[in-house]
Antibody, heavy 118, light 111 residues
Framework: EVQLVESGGGLVQPGGSLRLSCAAS????????MHWVRQDPGKGLVWVSR????????TYADSVKGRFTISRDNAKNILYLQMNSLRVEDTAVYYC???????????WGQGTLVTVSS | QSALTQPASVSGSPGQSITISCTGT?????????VSWYQQHPGKAPKLMLY???TRPSGVSNRFSGSKSGNTASLTISGLQAEDEADYYC???????????FGTGTKVSVL
């Protein structure tokens, strides 16, 4: 069974940093693109970032480019999202998601809430 | 990149069929086959219902079907059931730097 478990969310002040982790199991992690998608409270879904299977290719949404960094540890089956210079508008539930092809995704984690507020 | 346009809400009675539209542009839905649909119940993570416009993942009911015409994709739920009450989001690959755009979301209510 595919499982994705996020952790690391919480309350942080504007300008602060946070690192999200996603522990993957039930599939061969090292062969999949992985993504982060976020959802503003009570609102829609927004794609944030993606990384290819071996970490050599990354892409970011314009809204987070230069502030967020995606990475992975295939030996530990963990995906990361380092978030720096956080803004109030980054407040959202962040989901770790497995890639399916053509920017489509299939399995989603349960999400971790990031709140940026003073 | 603007979000794909979906109706805010769609409703139907049990057993009926409903269709949710997802309108994009000639830079996303209109040119790519990578259109997917996700179901989200309150407080839960989204679940993939269709990908590549009309392909169902294993375990998804055949009551869910998809199509595309021009810049608009559609999700049809036939034989509507109470458990289908949820939010639905479409998504498409896009030629912009964002690479992906989600729809605005549609709340499906079963009367």
């Amino acid at each position: 069974e595919v499982q994705l478990v996020e952790s690391g969310g919480g309350l942080v002040q504007p300008g602060g940093s946070l690192r999200l982790s996603c522990a993957a199991s039930g599939f061969t992690f090292s062969t999949y693109w992985m993504h982060w998608v976020r959802q503003d409270p009570g609102k829609g879904l927004v794609w944030v970032s993606r990384m290819n299977h071996d970490g050599t290719n990354t892409t970011y949404a314009d809204s987070v480019k230069g502030r967020f960094t995606i990475s992975r540890d295939n030996a530990k089956n963990i995906l990361y999202l380092q978030m720096n210079s956080l803004r109030v508008e980054d407040t959202a539930v962040y989901y770790c998601v497995r890639g399916l092809g053509g920017m489509q995704v299939d399995y989603w984690g349960q999400g971790t809430l990031v709140t940026v507020s003073s | 990149q603007s979000a794909l346009t979906q109706p805010a809400s769609v409703s139907g009675s049990p057993g009926q069929s409903i269709t949710i539209s997802c309108t994009g542009t000639s830079s996303d839905v209109g040119v790519y086959k990578y259109v997917s649909w996700y179901q989200q119940h309150p407080g839960k993570a989204p679940k993939l219902m269709l990908y590549d416009v009309n392909t169902r993942p294993s375990g998804v009911s055949n009551r869910f079907s998809g199509s595309k015409s021009g810049n608009t994709a559609s999700l049809t739920i036939s034989g509507l059931q109470a458990e289908d009450e949820a939010d639905y989001y479409c998504s498409s690959y896009t030629g912009s730097s964002t690479l992906n755009v989600f729809g605005t979301g549609t709340k499906v209510s079963v009367l």
